[in-house]
């Protein structure tokens, strides 16, 4: 692939130029980091809703604004795509992308078809444009260096692995009976995290779960969840997830090994403690992803743009997109059937897809 | 319960004489704390081996010292029996010692067998006798405080709950191979601290686990092991056993609840913190359980002699050291069949028992 | 004071347009800063070096560069200038850029002469152009949240304060020969942080140091002072300045009051702890001011850019420039008679300015 | 000096023969401790109020109980004594119990005058005794790991000192009326620790302090000081005591050296932290020194009976005693005049004494 620069100009004025499609707060947090990126242009954004196209691109100063994604992926000026529409439109998206030879960059999930999924992995490679998913845990300064300890050696081999994974509240009902529920809306991040962190596929995975909200339970998803991993390389680990801690985002990770362990813990808005009467109080963490995983965001653009213009691989692929949805298939059947479900039966399988 | 009083002295002069079964580790961790005990007195030691008895009785201003358990039964000075013999001798000890009228502390575990462990209980139902089992994690400063701000309403209604046994270093192949396994030998500790802590009954378990070690995989047996809970109550919870940790005893615990969280750290002999040019640094947390409960043991026995002097309910049953054991049934045959595993199927089946 | 408008636009097109005056480190600090406000809009960036000033320019887009601080005062495009020129040269251009009627920002300080500062002051206050000093620690989260928990009434009457503060390194000896010396170049941070979290005027100071480096020695410079404060509110406070620590930037900071304490931690650069066989360690904490501080770098900008356009007091007065300078001249006169010196004894007297 | 023995067993038969003066809080404190130790044994008590030492006697099953103390002395079978009655005692039971060749553990101080103190001194090493004085946090495990740092090399040459010592409140008036002021009563302690952990003599020191109580100032007393130090070995140092910290006793300490630092923190009942929808909060500190050095307490008077028993020296020695209250005198007149005062003025001096 050669990406498009402005002229003729040394290779340290390429810039690469980007659309965005999905001007809501996603869109915009990535308009914002890429703003920031004297490497990177925004050079057209696309919403459903045009004023909201409109309005985005004033705010960031990006020269054109318009309806219809196929606009962007038409636009000889656009090198690369930042998909950030609704779900269930990022299949077709990418498809229309990667035919257009437009470099890919899309939140997740990819779909949660495994089928669809794997036509859109396979236009992707086809095309032989870039395409990177949007797991910005996977860039966060706490997250990496664990990562950095475990694959370092820090730790020796790991044996253990436990994330903890709480949001501070339930979404809106209405969002929740189209999320795919907890497996698939929540825990995909933290199937994500554990391959990432541990550096080695999931070979099995066992469910419990409950729900504290009756709503939620009508609905036929559930609050809590305690999934079992096993790994290829024989470690073992657990994901806890929750929707709703009181006291903020709860975002940790500890891995066990054979010659140490770490774990990381929450990052909080400031250090201080303050020293009372009857207690010692500290305040809540950063409260949800946005503040969370700001430069998390930020960074993962970064690598987006750095993979594109210098034509080296991205930081999540493809497949790194597939697996979270297979796995979350499995911790869904594991649940149904009160029993461990090897991840093969999901990916050879088809009863569930 | 009548005790025994050395005269017709007032109450307050009341002191409960016990007897020590078994003069190793265990039983000196007890002599020490009954030997600061004002309201207790040591009068007889026995242990197989006589010449350890003799030298605890030494040790500690102990008058008796004998080889048979029985004559401390026999001994009509003594008002209860502290049992530290190896664990298949427990069940024998307490059957003696509930027909004598003795009141009995027993070490865990009371058997590995269920209907042994039903006919001791019962003859100690009949007998009358104070029954108390040796958790002593129970009187731990760290668990007790989680146990009052679950019970207490401080978090709300618990969600979730997360246990971290971990040991510094396996114990000798021939101690495992008599252990009965790691759901017996270990995680019995966790799911009595579940129970404890949550204050409702577990009723499903699923297990997955591992080895790193191949000896002990040669043997049967696991090194580390998850096992997801469900209680009574709703909530859900996982156990994380882990026979090697380099960096010490791990012992840690965490609730998620409706209104808040509380987790519980490690013990540490200072708190001490080296900055240094390439890294911060503290001293490793308490290594093993004889320090890390020195305090718990000693309290423990206050309590069980609280309880015999002042005729009150023991703090932890006999149901207390039956119901860990059906618990490590469960996620035995969890693991065996890669099933949740009810509760009630060890309580009722047949098969395991 | 009217600011310039691009056009007759409404209010929320305000932009703010400002004229750099030195490009060195944090002369660029403050351009990037700048970048990403888009209420402010850099027009001009001078500096003696000439190429630096150009290479800043096209760094930033910064559509003008050139040599002379006085080609910025002139121009008329130009709303406020950043004064980050070396501190010889800060008199002279607040005196030039207040008489041109242009808004002030200045780096510290503002002079080490009192009677200069005094000059620099006045004319500012004739003009009625705003003026802001550069200490950023005001707009730290940490610093700001001790001083909402003093002045919030969270611990009730301050009684004592205590402020470490300690660099990774000494700057090298020729940096240090004009730098004024320790109370000069590295407490007058700290003494202004005094103020701000006590909320109190400083009335005596009492200094103790010593000198761990010969060669600093040898200049007639310390390495490591602390300075006993007296606060006109009764309270006491002790600063600890340090030139070397050698696991990276230390600042913290604890106030004790009547009701309870506050205190702060340092920042790291992420949450992990990694437990080996030997030691319990953590990362060194940011290093240096410039990545401890970048978020308040940017946040006093957006402060100052705000009083600006919004025509409101700045958040860090000439007066907060002045008295830091006083109170080490105060300290230098303890250190040198060996006794408490009241700061009167500077502000009216004429032995040492 | 040789101790007495019951018979002529071996050496490992040998136990040490104490008498205790003062049957108060402290001293039942060290009845406790030296009841644990099976080194020593108790034989007599005495107390002015006779009650006190007969209960005090009966507690701890010390078969004598008398009022006067000289009947500790004169008592053949007493090693040694453990000096627990009113300060203005010390002096004359130190010169008595010398006299009578019993070896000395003496409560802090020996006396607030310098010449009594002298006196004592020179009676005690001419009678050849053991003499130990009362300084229990050298016992501390904190305390201790942090002269360790600096004794051992890990943080290198120390550069700089922070000791922060605060009391939950003050004490009643009347016991600060006989009390000696703050320097005397509370700072002696923390000029021991200071010399203690950098490992070498105070020169010169500054102090700086203020009041927040109407009543300890009309006794011409203060509540809150800070005292700096200049050290032989270069070093400097800070002091900061207050009467008062809501949340309980405070005693942290800090070292910087050319290699790195150690700083201690406060010890907590438990390792708990509740996470609230408003807050993080953990219990607070220990509440005072009975609890917080209650193993210190046990280990010192270990140390005294090891001292005696191995005819060692003692690890708190009469000059330890002596010096901290000549810094007390020096921060006294520093205080008083407004100037740092050498610690030479105080020793070789006339004025204060």
Chains 1, 2, 3, 4 share one sequence.
Not at 166 to 187: E, I, R, V, W
Not at 243 to 263: F, I, N, P, T, W
Not at 300 to 312: H, K
Request: proline share 4%; charged share 20%; net charge negative.
């Amino acid at each position: 692939m050669v990406i498009a620069t402005d002229t003729e100009m040394p290779t340290t004025r390429q810039v690469v130029r980007l659309g965005i499609i999905g001007a809501g707060r996603i869109g915009q947090v990535h308009c914002l980091a890429l703003s920031r990126n004297p490497k990177a242009e925004v050079v057209i954004v696309a919403d459903f809703f045009v004023k909201a196209a409109e309005a985005c691109a004033q705010k960031f100063g990006i020269p054109s604004a318009v309806q219809d994604w196929k606009d962007v992926i038409r636009n000889p000026a656009v090198d690369g795509v930042i998909i950030c529409s609704p779900s269930d439109t990022h299949h077709e998206i990418i498809l229309g992308a990667a035919k257009a030879g437009k470099h890919i960059f899309c939140e997740k999930p990819i779909d949660y078809n495994l089928k669809r999924i794997d036509e859109a992995l396979a236009t992707v490679a086809q095309s032989g444009v870039k395409f990177q998913l949007g797991f910005q845990r996977r860039f966060d300064a706490n997250f990496q260096r664990v990562r950095q300890a475990v694959q370092g050696g820090e730790i020796g081999e790991p044996f253990m692995l436990n994330i903890k994974s709480f949001d501070p509240a339930p979404p809106p009902l209405a969002y929740l009976k189209q999320s795919g529920g907890l497996f698939f809306d929540m825990m995909t991040h933290d199937f994500d995290m554990a391959r990432f962190v541990v550096g080695s596929e999931i070979t099995e995975v066992t469910a419990t779960a409950t729900s504290f909200d009756k709503e939620i339970t009508a609905i036929g998803d559930i609050t809590t969840a305690i999934v079992s991993l096993k790994f290829e390389n024989g470690a073992v680990g657990v994901i806890q997830c929750c929707r709703k801690a009181v006291y903020g985002y709860d975002q940790r990770l500890e891995v066990l090994g054979s010659e140490g362990a770490v774990d990381i813990n929450n990052n909080y808005p400031n250090t201080a403690t303050v020293y009372g009467a009857d207690k010692i109080k500290r305040d809540l963490p950063l409260n949800f992803f946005m503040d969370r995983y700001k430069q998390a965001y930020e960074d993962e653009m970064i690598s987006f743009v750095d993979a594109v213009a210098n034509d080296t691989p991205t930081a999540v692929t493809g497949m790194d997109g597939k697996i979270p949805v297979v796995l979350a298939f499995a911790a869904t059947k594991s649940l149904q059937e009160n029993r461990t479900v090897k991840v093969n039966e999901i990916l050879y399988g088809k009863s569930v897809m």
